[in-house]
């Protein structure tokens, strides 16, 4: 018998962790899932960066500072959705958000930036 994995996105947002199963309310902390140690810091660290583009007294004009700031974030997104799933293996089917296109990236897309 074959379980349906687990959906899991990956999504940068202010203060949250950047995990959250799908069809759930809230994020998930990293700690929860059977993950590498350097992932779990790779992870926290990614969220650290996208809560520094945040400006407290004016979130309208949040963001990153430019072009290459974005597509180095966005770089280092796909790199952290191939590590989850390679880690998660099949019992997850992890996705990724993407803050450049403002939408979850289909598995044709990440495959070319593997």
Known sequence: MTT???PLKLMADYDYYPL???????NLDPDQLSLSTILK???????????????????????????RDSLLFEEEGKFLWRQLQEELG????VFYF???KGRILDLSEMRKVA
């Open 98 to 100: 993407s803050q450049l």
């Open 41 to 67: 810091k790779h992870l926290k660290n990614w969220a650290e960066w996208y809560d520094e583009t945040l400006t407290v007294d004016d979130p309208t004009s949040s963001g990153f500072k430019n072009w």
């Open 4 to 6: 349906t994995p687990i």
């Open 90 to 93: 099949t019992e997850y089917e």
């Open 20 to 26: 959250w199963q799908m069809n759930e309310v809230g």
